[in-house]
Nanobody, 124 residues
Framework: QVQLVESGGDLVQAGGSLRLSCAASGRTFSMTPMGWFRQAPGKEREFVAH????????YYADSVKGRFTISRDNAKNTVYLQMNSLKPEDTAVYYCAARRFGGDYKANYTYGSWGQGTQVTVSS
């Protein structure tokens, strides 16, 4: 099972940028599609972005499309989330996750491993 550790969360002003990192352990990382999710206070965890086994297949929630970019470096066992033009509504705990099952890449149940989360706070 893949173990995941996120970092890079911070307090930032609206319009600013952050890059989140997710370091993965395990030799199967390069064969594992990865996703980013987020959970704001009082809300359910929601899908943010997904990346397949190569940078050629990426998917985004409509709310972040054009502002966020997911990427991966298989040599470093790391997946990234570059977040630009941040808005107060992006405030949440961000989680990375490793796919375990096929099906809807936006659905929590298709992911088998989760990190502990990193806090992103965007001030207005």
């Amino acid at each position: 099972q893949v173990q995941l550790v996120e970092s890079g969360g911070d307090l930032v002003q609206a319009g600013g940028s952050l890059r989140l990192s997710c370091a993965a352990s395990g030799r199967t990382f390069s064969m594992t599609p990865m996703g980013w999710f987020r959970q704001a206070p009082g809300k359910e965890r929601e899908f943010v972005a997904h990346i397949g086994l190569s940078d050629g297949s990426t998917y985004y929630a409509d709310s972040v499309k054009g502002r966020f970019t997911i990427s991966r470096d298989n040599a470093k066992n790391t997946v990234y989330l570059q977040m630009n033009s941040l808005k107060p509504e992006d405030t949440a705990v961000y989680y990375c996750a490793a796919r375990r099952f096929g099906g809807d890449y936006k659905a929590n149940y298709t992911y088998g491993s989760w990190g502990q989360g990193t806090q992103v706070t965007v001030s207005s």
